[in-house]
């Protein structure tokens, strides 16, 4: 069942076939963990997705608290008996009418659950190439760092990696520099300093980015920055690794002819685990 403005309904038929978020793209979602039935990082997502709501001018209701939100959330983990551990798919869009130019800035929202295996975030071992993803770029811009529902780089990017055997692709900007995964977002290791890209190159503003780059701080003998990475520097990283709120923290294990160590990656995967 789905948390459809507040009312549960089986998951297929619930959309209009004029619904804009179908239509034109127009929406925006966060994908949140449940552990316990607890919402993990749950002030974190809620702000990036008021500011997700005002970058795309849509009217937010007066009853879109973090309150209201963590309590439609819950309802529906316990609607879909899965408060143990689960992924949640929160998607807001702009109600229907119009063409380009929408009749309305109101929304309406679909809460969507899925049941996870794990509490905790596992460490895996198994191999995890990657490469570049080429055909399409990411613009270095501030849409760019929210969650919209037009993700079709990243579905064109999946494919190529199915087709290649890959298990991921790194997008690049239109500067031709490393942004992120396809699905979440990239730090590298290179010596004593830790990197990832700042927001500014385009990446997904993420929300375990953000906590792994407060952990990391605390290592001592480690420089953290945020600044670009060019294709080059991956052949020289030490350690490549992925980071999204489902997964915790993806290690990379090769990228073309080069492999990489994952011991820092196991550090901060235990550190991100006390946290919950």
Do not use: W
């Amino acid at each position: 069942m789905i948390n459809s403005n507040s009312s549960f309904l089986p998951s297929d038929g619930c959309l209009s076939a004029s619904n804009r978020g179908f239509l034109y793209g127009d929406g925006v979602f966060e994908t949140l963990k449940v552990v316990n039935n607890k919402i993990l990082f749950l002030e974190e997502h809620y702000f990036r997705l008021m500011a997700s709501m005002r970058i795309l001018r849509m009217q937010i209701p007066n009853n879109f608290t973090l309150e209201f939100i963590e309590e439609q959330i819950l309802s529906t983990v316990a609607n879909n008996n899965c408060a143990a551990s689960a992924r949640i798919r929160f998607t807001v869009y702009r109600n229907d009418g119009g063409f380009y130019l929408p009749e309305t800035r109101t929304i309406s929202y679909i809460i969507q659950v899925a049941p996870l295996l794990s509490k905790l975030y596992v460490f895996s071992d198994a191999n995890y190439e990657v490469d570049l993803y080429k055909d399409f770029f990411i613009a270095k811009q501030l849409l760019s760092t929210i969650k919209t529902t037009n993700k079709i780089i990243n579905i064109t990017g999946s494919i190529f990696a199915q087709e290649n055997d890959l298990q991921n692709c790194l997008l690049l900007n239109n500067e031709k520099n490393v942004v992120e995964a396809l699905n979440g977002n990239l730090f590298m290791l290179l010596g004593g300093k830790l990197i990832t890209p700042p927001i500014e190159d385009g990446c997904l503003n993420g929300i375990i980015r953000k906590q792994v780059l407060a952990l990391a701080k605390k290592i001592e003998g480690l420089e953290v920055v945020e600044e670009s990475i060019s294709p080059f520097d991956l052949q020289k990283a030490d350690e490549l690794f992925i980071t999204n709120v489902i997964i915790g923290i993806q290690p990379i294990t090769q990228y073309r002819k080069k492999t990489f160590t994952t011991s820092l990656t196991n550090e901060l995967l235990k550190k991100l685990n006390e946290l919950i």
